[in-house]
């Protein structure tokens, strides 16, 4: 069972603002594990505002414990995912106006689209997990 995840997101929105490469989401993640963390959480948004694929790529590579990818549910991102391979991947809504995830999916609505995506991370081994709407 997960006691800590770390949602190392915000490390990459000052990097992003600051537009140069500090501070980095990667170190920041090798200090919360070594801080005790169980599992490292990034969001790679369909439009890259924060966390960027090469933090992901370095990530699966450096993360000990367990890496989360928070994700769209597009094509784009699910081949994204299954090449990277991380420990679990949660679907998320995403909107290019909002700031932060701010509500669940809809699965009632986009019950295809979340079924076909699921299963294809479920057949390649990935865990899944659902941000929805109650």
Do not use: Y
Not at 62 to 77: F, G, H
């Amino acid at each position: 069972m997960v006691k800590l995840g770390v949602n190392i997101d915000h490390v990459a929105t000052v990097r992003q603002a600051r537009l140069t490469v500090e501070p980095d989401p990667v170190w920041a993640a090798t200090l919360a594990e070594l801080g005790g963390a169980d599992s490292i959480t990034v969001h790679l948004r369909e439009d890259r505002r924060h966390i960027q694929e090469r933090d992901v790529r370095i990530l699966r590579e450096t993360v000990r414990s367990k890496l989360n990818l928070e994700m769209a549910i597009s094509p784009e991102m699910t081949s994204i995912a299954l090449e990277i391979m991380p420990d679990q991947c949660t679907l998320v809504p995403e909107k290019r106006e909002e700031l932060t995830t701010e509500g669940g999916l809809n699965v009632v609505a986009q019950e295809e689209q979340v079924r076909r995506c699921v299963d294809q991370l479920l057949e390649a081994g990935i865990e899944v997990s659902l941000f929805i709407d109650p």
